[in-house]
């Protein structure tokens, strides 16, 4: 990957990501409150459905970012040692590379998003100093261990599929995609993923919820024994935002090359 390519992968998954979450966080906060712990109602219902949009809005263009340039450098390397047919297996492994290295930047946000989204009266500072002072750094990444298992087989996947259905549309029709297309195979491999992994979601955010507990942080105790809590809104959410998020990265990132 050549300069250029790396500037266009890094300003095009920053913007997609910002697009796609800032767009769809009314559907996270619904997605949160439903699988948190203390139920819906108490976690907030349907008040104050932007809580927690300042730590997502700081998270996201890095983290996307940082995912797209990991994806595509490692893609472009196993591209150039392994055979056309291994090619859903260096796009695997791209993108669970680009997961550990994104969640490095998106666990903290995310863990301070979803205390304010299942607390609406309080805010992001509030939650981001407290996390702090009650659980130091570490607390900032509660939940990486799962997040980051939730991630690669979302990824494994997500990507892999967008890729293939992406290389079908364009052997069919004997030139290369869209940016259009390219959503529509976005949108439907994100939903796939995204029911395929939810009980990993449900078991995340708990996770990171959870607060001092000593074995609140245990995955076992955070699946059971509502593994699909919160499905609909997860599945329609990265539906749509597959939709957005990879369209706009692929018309983004095509504009800047």
Not at 182 to 195: I, N, R
């Amino acid at each position: 990957m050549d300069r250029r390519e790396f500037t266009a992968s890094l300003l095009a998954g920053g913007c997609a990501g910002m697009c796609v979450d800032l767009a769809l966080f009314p559907l996270d906060t619904i997605k949160t409150r439903l699988q948190s712990q203390q139920g819906f109602q108490k976690a907030g219902g349907f008040r104050g459905i932007y809580a927690g949009v300042p730590s997502a809005a700081a998270g996201s263009f890095p983290s996307a970012a940082a995912f797209f340039v990991t994806y595509e450098t490692s893609k472009t390397l196993f591209g150039d040692f392994m055979a056309a047919p291994m090619a859903p297996v260096s796009h695997m492994m791209a993108a669970s590379l680009g997961e550990v290295v994104a969640c490095l930047v998106r666990v903290p946000t995310e863990v301070v998003k979803q205390r304010t989204q299942a607390s609406p009266s309080t805010n992001t500072y509030r939650v981001l100093l407290s996390t702090l002072r009650e659980e130091g750094l570490r607390g900032l990444y509660r939940g990486y261990g799962s997040t980051v298992l939730r991630e690669i087989p979302f990824s494994l996947v997500q990507f892999p599929l967008w890729e293939y259905l992406k290389s079908l549309w364009s052997w069919r029709e004997g030139r290369p995609v869209h940016s259009w297309q390219a959503a529509l195979c976005g949108a439907f491999a994100g939903a796939v993923a995204a029911f395929v992994t939810t009980p990993l979601d449900v078991a995340k955010t708990r996770i990171m919820l959870a607060k001092g507990a000593p074995h609140s942080h245990q995955l076992c105790t955070c699946v059971h024994p509502r593994l699909f809590a919160g499905s609909v809104p997860r599945i329609t959410f990265i539906s749509v935002g597959g939709f957005i998020f990879l369209g706009a990265y692929e018309k983004v990132r095509h504009t800047l090359l």
